[in-house]
């Protein structure tokens, strides 16, 4: 958020200060104000994002997990839901910039408001993570009977945790996090439990404190384990989780792995950092490296997912 930040301060001072002062936009009232607002928006946003929310917090003596309605929240901050839509707002007032003073940068300008456009798309996409509807897992054959223990593994706020307790029956489910996760307010450990206490879930999901890498369980402790968007953080770590959860998981139990894979929707949230990414092609060759047989796959909610079986024998 830093980084995003200092960026965003350095293209807001530009557009409140160095615009304005261009011969071609002070002689016009409506671009002086256009890019003093624009510049002022962004400068403001930046600064909020980047440590004025916390300020203002401490200055209001409100918690982050404070809940604002009897709804779930999941803590994605303003930041990553609104910060495309503000990078956006940056490229097409570069654009008009561009346009106004360098004509001869028409390739520029269009480039710049092809980018503001993705962008825009890139936020659509951010902010339909707080939508209820996306509170699901997508229809597989996971479970082998109504009395399962699943593991959420990187359980954060308890968007999987209470899509994965809804159609347990008699079953329970086991939620495993660090909650370190800078992104996630106070790293999801408070937001969780209230999530779970506004869905009536409490009696059906219980809380560990641990590592993906060094699972604090027994070996085949769990029929089923499940895991969204959190494996694709692990970095050079993702084959010593992937052998951590084969190792926790009954024989033939099965694991529902969805992650962020390379693709049209991650590049308009990422752009070329999605690149970045792992391809589905290089997580078939980490799942089956680590012993799991591959059942399943398919899309769903911009993410790639995965049904692993640990073999039987």
């Not at 659509?124 to 399962?148: A, E, K, N, W, Y």
Request: proline share 3%.
């Amino acid at each position: 958020m830093w980084i995003m930040g200092v960026v965003g301060v350095a293209a807001g001072a530009s557009l409140f200060l160095y615009a304005p002062s261009l011969a071609v936009i002070s002689r016009s009232l409506l671009l002086l104000a256009g890019f003093h607002v624009i510049g002022g928006l962004v400068l403001a946003s930046s600064l909020y994002v980047s440590g004025g929310r916390d300020l203002l917090r401490r200055w209001t003596r409100r918690k982050a997990s404070a809940p604002r309605d009897e709804t779930f929240d999941f803590g994605w901050g303003p930041g990553w839901m609104n910060g495309l839509a503000i990078a956006a707002l940056v490229c097409l007032a570069g654009a008009i910039l561009a346009i106004l003073t360098l004509p001869g940068l028409w390739p520029v300008a269009f480039l710049l408001v092809g980018m503001a456009v993705l962008l825009v798309a890139g936020n659509t996409i951010m902010r339909g993570f707080r939508r209820l509807d996306q509170v699901v897992l997508p229809m597989v054959d996971l479970l082998s009977g109504d009395h399962d223990l699943v593991l959420d593994a990187g359980c954060g706020s308890g968007r999987t945790s209470i899509a994965l307790a809804r159609v347990l029956k008699a079953g329970r489910v086991i939620g495993l996090d660090r909650f370190d996760a800078a992104y996630i307010d106070d790293g999801g450990r408070a937001l969780l439990d209230r999530n779970l206490g506004l869905a009536g879930l409490l009696d059906k999901v219980a809380v560990e404190i641990g590592d993906l890498t060094a699972m604090p369980f027994g070996d085949a402790t769990f029929d089923a384990a499940v895991s969204t968007h959190v494996y694709d953080h692990l970095g050079r770590e993702k084959a010593r989780a992937l052998s951590e959860t084969l190792r926790v998981l009954k024989p033939g139990g099965r694991f529902l792995m969805a992650v962020w894979t390379p693709g049209w929707s991650m590049f308009a949230v990422a752009n070329v950092l999605s690149l970045l990414l792992t391809s589905k092609g290089g997580w078939r060759r980490l799942a089956t490296a680590a012993g799991f047989e591959i059942l399943d796959e398919g899309v769903f909610n911009h993410a790639w997912f995965v049904v692993l079986a640990k073999p039987r024998v």
